[in-house]
Nanobody, 119 residues
Framework: QVQLVESGGGLVQIGGSLRLSCATS????????MGWFRQAPGKEREFVAS????????NYASSVKGRFTISRENAKNTVYLQMNSLKPEDTAVYYC????????????WGQGTQVTVSS
């Protein structure tokens, strides 16, 4: 079982930046593909970004490409999401998730952290 705890959310102005962190338990962090997702009020949860076990393969939703950066520190069992040039449409609860080797879906999820972008 893996526990994921997000932090770093908050209220930020349009054009501002936030850095989300997701700390995980256990000693197998490096074996998981990690992802960030978000869910805005009244909308379905959507993919934001993912990073491979080694950190070499990155994927982004088109809506955040060029503004958000996903990274990981396997020695710290932590994945990050640096969010720049934030827009009101980025307002959502952000979740991190972990996928086991060979998996087709994310197996573990955090509780989420709220990000609100306002003018």
């Amino acid at each position: 079982q893996v526990q994921l705890v997000e932090s770093g959310g908050g209220l930020v102005q349009i054009g501002g930046s936030l850095r989300l962190s997701c700390a995980t338990s256990g000693r197998t962090f490096s074996t998981y593909t990690m992802g960030w997702f978000r869910q805005a009020p009244g909308k379905e949860r959507e993919f934001v970004a993912s990073i491979s076990r080694s950190g070499t393969a990155l994927n982004y939703a088109s809506s955040v490409k060029g503004r958000f950066t996903i990274s990981r520190e396997n020695a710290k069992n932590t994945v990050y999401l640096q969010m720049n040039s934030l827009k009101p449409e980025d307002t959502a609860v952000y979740y991190c998730a972990a996928m086991r080797i060979g998996g087709q879906k994310y197996d573990y999820w955090g509780q989420g952290t709220q990000v609100t972008v306002s003018s």
